[in-house]
């Protein structure tokens, strides 16, 4: 079956901690995106990538990392810099066409992280 | 700053009824526009999405409205079913996406 998968699906650590969630796709897609879902906000989008070997800072990079060293696969890193840790992290991937805005991205079931 | 807007956080239809979902952006250089549907503990699912060269697009019982000049596009639902009930995001599309709050849909039996 293709799609995204998310892993864990629930995660706590220890304030201070780094922790790092994981994002894999057989969608064979080109583009994957990390966004933050908090009560009565919208998706925010944190880092995306286009192609291996590459990515961008989205609206709220600042404290997180990402790395896409394979196509299938790009973690995000939680570091102890994130002021507020605590909230629902979705992943997404789409086929890169060139026009980024017209890409459907297609979701995984995304990671609750709680920073106690 | 939120450039798509969901004002209303829910909305009960009774089921068999038409259920409409309404969302404001304010970014006229958006030219896509989709809506997600999503479960409790899930990631959205993709619904249906509309180009900003078309005022309508149908997919069975969902039909997506987009009006250029007021910023506006709306989701409907007929008939409204039981398992239609979720959250349901709108997104824009821009040099990247923008979601909105979300509106949770409940359809009553």
């Known amino acids: 079956d293709g799609g995204i998968t998310q892993s864990p699906k629930y995660l706590f650590r220890k304030e201070g901690q780094n922790v790092t969630l994981s994002c894999e796709q057989n969608?064979?897609?080109?583009?994957m995106y990390w966004y933050r879902q908090d009560p009565g906000q919208g998706l925010r989008l944190i880092y995306y990538?286009?192609?291996?070997?590459?990515?961008q800072k989205g609206d709220i990079a600042e404290g997180y990392s990402v790395s896409r060293e394979k196509k299938e696969s790009f973690p995000l890193t939680v570091t102890s810099a994130q002021k507020n840790p605590t909230a629902f992290y979705l992943c997404?991937?789409?086929?890169?066409?060139?026009?980024?805005?017209?890409?459907?991205?297609?979701f995984g079931p995304g990671t609750r992280l709680t920073v106690l | 700053d939120q450039q798509v807007k969901q004002n209303s956080p829910s909305l009960s239809v009774q089921e068999g009824r038409i259920s409409i979902l309404n969302c404001d952006y304010t970014?006229?250089?958006?030219?896509?526009f989709l809506w997600y549907k999503k479960y409790p503990a899930e990631g959205p699912t993709f619904l249906i999405s509309?180009?900003?060269?078309?005022d309508k697009n149908e997919d069975g019982r969902f039909t997506v409205f987009l009006n250029k000049s007021a910023k506006h596009l709306s989701l409907h639902i007929v008939p409204s079913q039981p398992g239609d009930s979720a959250v349901y995001f709108c997104?824009?599309?821009?040099?990247?996406?923008?979601f909105g709050t979300g509106t949770s849909l409940t359809v009553i039996p």
């Open positions: 969608l064979n897609h080109d583009a």
């Open positions: 990538s286009q192609i291996v070997n590459d990515f």
């Open positions: 997404a991937s789409s086929i890169f066409s060139g026009r980024a805005s017209t890409d459907t991205q297609y």
């Open positions: 509309i180009s900003s060269i078309k």
């Open positions: 997104a824009a599309s821009g040099n990247q996406f923008y």
């Open positions: 970014n006229s250089m958006f030219d896509y």
